[in-house]
T-cell receptor, first 113, second 115 residues
Framework: KQEVTQIPAALSVPEGENLVLNCSFT??????LQWFRQDPGKGLTSLLL?????REQTSGRLNASLDKSSGRSTLYIAASQPGDSATYLC????????????FGAGTQVVVTP | EPEVTQTPSHQVTQMGQEVILRCVPI?????FYWYRQILGQKVEFLVS????????KSEIFDDQFSVERPDGSNFTLKIRSTKLEDSAMYFC?????????????FGQGTRLTVV
């Protein structure tokens, strides 16, 4: 059974610092991994999708890497801003499913001015 | 930009009552999903729907739950007889044609409170 873990559970950094968020998964039979942002009491906003054949994906200040064989993904957010404060979730799509996503518990990020 | 729309944003219901949560997925998407998030817990998969039928469901999705796409645009989740433990945020999601290289887009959620 797939288990998705995100470490740390919470993170506080001063504005301008780079953020590094980790996601690990136990079953490498995935076809993609997706990173989301969730603001308190709100929905999930998709940030990046990495297909299993890719090693990296970039969007603006965001960069996500994927090492499928070791079951790890890392989300880097460069030059953090207070507006980056949110919970970041990773989710993996299993090869034996119809697009079902298995979520981690998230990393709660606070960027202080 | 196209988005997934969910209504209502918040619903309060008495235990034992039926509720219907509504979603309008992005128009050219083919795969539809319901997830839920109990306060303080992980987002959990409930059900996937493709080609007008359920393609996969979790253990949570028992006989009290049903889904429907009645008119080609709406996608609904019905809970027949709500329990206190059904209180959660319910998210609808949709994906475009292929599973591998398309993102899942989520709605803003419906907060269901069972009293």
């Amino acid at each position: 059974k797939q288990e998705v873990t995100q470490i740390p559970a919470a993170l506080s950094v001063p504005e301008g610092e780079n953020l590094v968020l980790n996601c690990s998964f136990t079953d490498s039979a995935i076809y993609n991994l997706q990173w989301f942002r969730q603001d308190p009491g709100k929905g999930l906003t998709s940030l990046l999708l990495i297909q299993s054949s890719q090693r990296e994906q970039t969007s603006g200040r965001l960069n996500a890497s994927l090492d499928k064989s070791s079951g790890r993904s890392t989300l880097y957010i460069a030059a953090s801003q207070p507006g980056d404060s949110a919970t970041y979730l990773c989710a993996v799509g299993q090869t034996d499913s119809w697009g079902k996503l298995q979520f981690g518990a998230g990393t709660q990020v606070v960027v202080t001015p | 930009e196209p988005e997934v729309t969910q209504t209502p944003s918040h619903q309060v219901t008495q235990m034992g009552q039926e509720v219907i949560l509504r979603c309008v997925p992005i128009s050219n998407h083919l795969y539809f999903y319901w997830y839920r998030q109990i306060l303080g817990q992980k987002v959990e998969f409930l059900v996937s729907f493709y080609n007008n039928e359920i393609s996969e469901k979790s253990e949570i999705f028992d006989d009290q739950f049903s889904v429907e796409r009645p008119d080609g645009s709406n996608f609904t989740l019905k809970i027949r007889s709500t329990k206190l433990e059904d209180s959660a945020m319910y998210f609808c999601a949709s994906k475009q044609g292929t599973l591998v290289n398309t993102e899942a887009f989520f709605g803003q959620g419906t907060r269901l409170t069972v009293v």
